[in-house]
């Protein structure tokens, strides 16, 4: 009751959300331009730092790997933004810029733009739910699996495994074979092979020109941590404990924006090295609207930020025990909520 009481409340609030953000829609050329530079530049500079730090002493190369990894997601980010169509005016810009970007985030630019940009328009469907978030299955489907088939989701949702382990995989199985093709696989399969054509021919070159062993050693290193950041960011987005998850009859795009998705509230630098991604429920209102111009959309239109799940970094670590989608709830639980809730009442 409580849920359908604020729920409304958001659609009258919001009845006019298209109007609001519409204003922040427009690219920046300048904008985009001044990103690609404090972004590149300093990722390429400290890539050589570490290639010759890690000849001296890899002690000597860590902070340098941390520091790098953001600016390989701010990288990303970038990308993300050009599958988009939001990042340039030009869409031929857009699309080499995120061929470009590709290469060094190891993520296939057109595939994944393509998954992504379903995810936007079906973020909380339960039906879809696997696309552009972390697995998750309900209450229901949980009791409803045998002792091997609980021990299996346990497992993937273990920390090391879920933010470890499922980055490895995807770069490696995901991003090379169409997982999600949409009943048109050649398709996908097509558009992985251009993709990955580029990521492999530079890395062949690169690889040739500075040496295999520490090519390999510095990149793989990055592109490993960069996963770790970006899988842990998508937790959070869409795994806070009030988020909203529906079956599509019952599924509502304003809803599954302000309520499915979190603000992530971290210091200026850190949305700054994640590209304001942190802005996750403005973001998904419109994926229109530049990374560049999210922070300004926050400060100006306060009602949009009024009914969303505010989430600072100590507030998020916690939502590592958020398992399962209890849909009586509409929360998400833990393995120790649901055994103290639910199997007492079986028993019972």
């Not at 190369?61 to 340039?88: E, K, M, W, Y």
């Not at 020109?209 to 996963?227: C, E, P, R």
């Not at 960011?233 to 599924?251: G, T």
Request: aromatic content about 18%; proline content about 3%.
């Amino acid at each position: 009751m409580e849920n359908e009481i604020l729920n409304s409340e958001i659609r009258n609030a919001l009845g006019n959300w298209k109007e609001i953000i519409s204003k922040y829609q427009e690219p920046n050329n300048k904008k985009a331009l001044i990103q690609i530079i404090n972004t590149f530049l300093p990722f390429l500079g400290l890539w050589v730092l570490t290639y010759f730090a890690l000849k001296w002493s890899i002690l000597s190369a860590i902070p340098l790997f941390i520091i790098n990894t953001g600016f390989l997601v701010r990288i990303f980010i970038i990308q993300h933004d050009c599958g988009h169509q939001s990042f340039f005016k030009s869409k031929k810009l857009n699309n080499f810029i995120g061929t470009v970007c590709s290469i060094f985030s190891f993520i296939p630019y057109k595939y994944w733009a393509k998954v992504h940009n379903f995810h936007h328009g079906h973020s909380g469907q339960l039906e879809v739910r696997d696309i552009g978030d972390i697995p998750t299955i309900t209450v229901n489907e949980y009791m409803e699996r045998n002792a091997w088939g609980k021990l299996k989701y346990r497992i993937w949702r273990f920390p090391f495994v879920t933010f470890v382990i499922a980055p490895i995989y995807y770069f490696i199985v995901s991003c090379r074979y169409p997982t999600f093709s949409f009943n048109n696989k050649s398709k996908y399969l097509k558009m992985l092979v251009k993709d990955n054509f580029w990521i492999a021919l530079t890395y062949l070159i690169v690889g040739f020109i500075v040496g295999w062993k520490m090519f390999i050693a510095v990149q793989l290193t990055l592109i490993i941590m960069f996963g770790v950041v970006a899988f842990w960011f998508f937790y959070v987005q869409h795994q806070h404990e009030f988020s909203y998850k529906h079956w599509k009859d019952n599924w509502d795009f304003l809803l599954s924006s302000i309520r499915g998705s979190s603000y992530y509230k971290l210091p200026r630098l850190f949305h700054w090295l994640s590209g304001n991604i942190g802005y996750h429920h403005i973001h998904h209102l419109s994926s229109l609207i530049p990374n560049y111009n999210l922070p300004k959309v926050y400060k100006e239109e306060p009602i949009l930020n009024k009914y969303v799940t505010e989430v600072t970094f100590w507030e998020s670590l916690k939502m590592i025990r958020h398992k399962l989608w209890d849909e009586k709830q509409e929360k998400m639980i833990s393995f120790s909520e649901y055994r103290r809730k639910y199997k007492l009442n079986s028993a019972a």
